[in-house]
């Protein structure tokens, strides 16, 4: 049986002007301003339910009406063997994953599902409208898990090369269909497909980093660990694509600060990239909130040689206003990098000491992490939280036949507007 909630009470507000104005439904932008919009709660001080509600444990700064069925909250504790491995005395990890001994169940094994859960918690659907979301692999797995358990109409744009990222432990159902662009394209094509799309009647962007509940859903992880650990800790440590995990844990951790109980300090952001796609790492060490040129095939090329595919995105809200640049200046923090030999190494020392499989971009966390306790970059007595993004999949498929999610159309890149039309009305027989 779903639990109930009342729809949370909330205005938005332009992270440039300050102005606030209300939700409209599936308001993504501020009224002609280029900057993200940030969800201002009524509820000051946030009051966890208990586990049993899932991620809707922290409901009062989530902008939903409603919950959904299924969901699981990251779980965070304290570290015993990495942190002594690593002679950190104060080393906490939020997981987000398949982990039932401590209370964590995603089935997609992915943190991406605190966002699916809370963008569907935000959408008034009317079985019409369908939620158009382009991903890199676990945003797609997530959202069609989601939206398949609870009957929303999805459409899924991902690049054909990612598609094994989709499986699952039950078939989705047909109300969500997966459309990819052809091999040897990326999540930008697929991004720009997805766009195509939601220039179509009846189809609706789910905005990304725009949209607030996306982000909200994300900050959960920064909201387990203060509530958890009863204070900010001083360091943040995740791995990034777009960076809306880390823009997510700043505003959650602004609104700590507000709520007054667990400090007044910012979590230094110490996000990371696996080499040799850094675009963010790039700009951020030249100082330029603008992106730095990159060529589409040198990106592609990049793109290809990470074990880290989620951590793809060449256009990510790092330059808007209240987006990743603007995150990382106030917090403090710096965009490391680790390859994928030290991510695997990374991976193994974590499975060993933790005791679970961890998955490539939560890997690449990891391993920033370990340089930087060699490197002196952090002390052996900081509070750390480590975001475990993803992982315990080894252990899920152990005792489960999965399934995989078939495309139904393969796209050139940039195909024409008329061919996605098309292909749109017969998929969703409009």
Request: aromatic residues 8%; proline residues 4%; hydrophobic residues 40%.
């Amino acid at each position: 049986m779903v639990k109930e909630i009342k729809p949370t009470l909330y205005k938005l507000e332009s992270v440039a002007s300050g102005k606030q104005f209300e939700d409209e439904g599936w308001t993504l932008d501020a009224p002609n301003e280029v900057s993200l919009v940030r969800a201002v709660y009524e509820k000051k001080q946030i009051e966890v339910k208990d586990p049993s509600y899932g991620v809707f444990r922290f409901a009062d700064w989530l902008p939903i009406h409603k919950m959904l069925e299924g969901s699981s909250a990251p779980v965070t504790y304290k570290s015993e063997g990495l942190a002594k491995h690593l002679g950190l005395s104060d080393l906490y990890i939020t997981f987000s994953g398949y982990w039932p001994e401590k209370g964590a169940n995603f089935r997609t094994c992915s943190f991406k599902e605190t966002e699916a859960f809370s963008v569907g918690g935000r959408l008034k659907t009317d079985g019409e409208t369908i939620l158009v979301v382009a991903s890199a692999g676990n945003t797609a797995r997530a959202f069609a898990r989601v939206c398949s358990d609870n009957n929303i109409p999805l459409l899924l744009c991902v690049p054909e090369d990612n598609i094994d990222a989709l499986w699952f432990d039950e078939p989705i159902k047909d109300n969500v269909k997966l459309v990819v662009t052809k091999s040897g394209s990326d999540y930008f094509d697929a991004i720009h497909l997805s766009n195509l799309a939601c220039e179509l009647d009846g189809f609706i962007a789910e905005g990304g980093a725009k949209n607030v509940a996306r982000r909200d859903g994300m900050g959960t992880t920064a909201l387990s660990a203060i509530t958890e650990i009863g204070r900010i800790p001083d360091y943040y440590f995740q791995a990034v694509g777009s960076g809306t995990g880390a823009i997510a844990a700043w505003e959650a951790n602004k609104r700590l600060i507000e709520d007054g109980r667990f400090g007044s300090n910012f979590m230094k952001l110490m996000v990371s990239q696996n080499h040799p796609f850094l675009p963010i790492h790039d700009a951020w060490k030249a100082d330029s909130r603008a992106m730095l040129p990159l060529d589409d095939d040198v990106a592609r090329k990049q793109v290809e040689e990470i074990d880290a595919k989620v951590l793809s995105n060449r256009k990510p809200p790092y330059s808007v206003v209240g987006g990743l640049y603007d995150a990382m200046k106030e917090a403090g923090g710096d965009v490391l990098t680790a390859t994928n030999a030290e991510a695997a190494k990374a991976a193994r020392i974590f499975e060993e000491l933790e005791g679970n499989d961890i998955h490539p971009a939560a890997s690449v966390a990891t391993a920033t992490l370990i340089n930087a306790v060699k490197n002196g970059t952090v002390q052996k007595d900081d509070c750390i939280m480590l975001n475990i993004t993803g992982g315990g999949e080894k252990k899920f498929k152990q005792d489960k036949e999965v399934v995989y999610l078939k495309p139904s159309f393969v796209f050139d890149i940039n195909p024409p507007l008329e061919k996605v039309e098309e292909v749109m009305n017969d998929l969703f027989k409009k």
